[in-house]
């Protein structure tokens, strides 16, 4: 377990009397970040550490057991990756059981905030509920907290043209393969972790060898040819995706293949981290071997020269 991930039961005492945020925190997108700078500048003025409560697995995959979970855009340890790089000291993630759940939002409060963290101050957004059947909401929360002297901070959601920056509109984005519009709302672009393994050997054959990432622990973009860039050895190379399927092999497998440019080696085995930042195209039945070819070239080129730029945050 990364050093920022800690149990509750195992909480040290300097990061007792901390500001606390509760929540899923799925894909640490710009919202969070905001939430997370209030988090941090509430820590600062009660000179202790800024914490992050999560839920692992979300609460949904054990309230809604009938409804398939869909996989999160940030499995934990990326979670708790990306809230320590805004500055967050730990990330407490609570083990999701129907116990927990069925808690209700004072004895959550007292068990988990006032009991276990001596919590000093809380940052929530203003859709925030907690206890059983979300029964709690930011004026329980606020009365709480009051009168246990933790200084509450309520923190506006962040919105776009597009309505509120939430994780359900990112992986709505994800699916439908809109990269680009999914990270312009995130921290860092989208990434997808896995560990290649060995293929149908026939990318090297194409003259495009590409790397089949499996044991992917969070959600597919939709079928499509992305650009995309992995960090491999502290050395970044430029990356074109193929999603999907292999149509023109009439093969129906979905495949996350990764041709990294410039690239020469052996990666099986290995755990590659890959930024999926844009979508070029469809996948498509191509006819022959060598129309695929050529338009992976083409692909390869526009992928190259691709630029993500971000916006400021
Ligand atoms: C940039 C890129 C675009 C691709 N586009 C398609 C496509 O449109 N249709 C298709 O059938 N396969 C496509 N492929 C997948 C190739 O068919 C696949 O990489 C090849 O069959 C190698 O498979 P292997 O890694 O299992 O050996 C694409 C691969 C890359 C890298
Ligand atoms: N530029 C590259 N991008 C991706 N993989 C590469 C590259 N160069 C070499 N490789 C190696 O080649 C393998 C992919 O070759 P490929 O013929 O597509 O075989 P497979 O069908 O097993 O994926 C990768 O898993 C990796 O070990």
Do not use: W
């Not at 919105?159 to 509120?164: E, N």
């Amino acid at each position: 377990m990364p050093p920022t991930l800690i149990e509750l039961h195992e909480i040290p005492p300097e990061l007792l009397g901390c500001a606390v945020a509760i929540g899923n925190f799925d894909g640490v997108h710009r919202g969070h970040t905001v939430l997370i700078r209030q988090l941090i500048e509430l820590a600062r003025r009660h000179s202790g550490p800024a914490i992050v409560v999560t839920f692992d697995p979300p609460p949904s995959a054990i309230l809604l057991p009938d409804r398939p979970a869909s996989p999160p855009l940030t499995p934990l340890s990326r979670r708790a990756e990306l809230l320590q790089e805004l500055g967050v000291a730990a990330v407490v993630p609570l083990k999701t059981t129907p116990q927990l759940l069925s808690l209700s939002a004072e004895e959550f409060f007292e068990q988990t905030i006032r009991s276990k963290l001596k919590a000093s101050a809380m940052a929530e957004g203003p859709n925030f509920r907690f206890g059983h059947n979300r029964k709690g909401d930011t004026n329980l929360l606020q009365e709480l907290c009051q009168a246990s002297q933790i200084e509450l901070c309520i923190v506006a959601a962040t919105s776009d043209s597009g309505g509120m920056v939430s994780s359900t509109r990112i992986r709505e984005l994800i699916a439908a393969g809109e990269l680009s519009a999914a990270n312009q709302m995130l921290t860092q672009p989208y990434q997808l972790q896995g560990v290649v393994q060995p293929g149908a050997q026939r990318g090297r054959e194409l003259g495009f060898p590409t790397a089949n990432l499996a044991e992917i622990k969070s959600l597919l973009p939709g079928h499509g040819v992305y650009a995309g860039r992995v960090q491999l050895h502290s050395k970044e190379f430029r990356a074109a995706i193929n999603i999907g399927p292999n149509p023109t092999f009439a093969e129906d497998r979905v495949k996350v293949e990764v041709h990294l440019i410039g690239f020469s080696g052996e990666l099986y085995g290995q755990e590659l981290r890959c930024q999926v930042l844009t979508k070029v195209r469809d996948v498509q039945r191509f006819d022959s071997f060598d129309a695929l070819k050529q338009q992976i070239a083409i692909d390869v080129t526009r992928c190259e020269s691709f630029e993500h730029s971000t916006t400021s945050q």
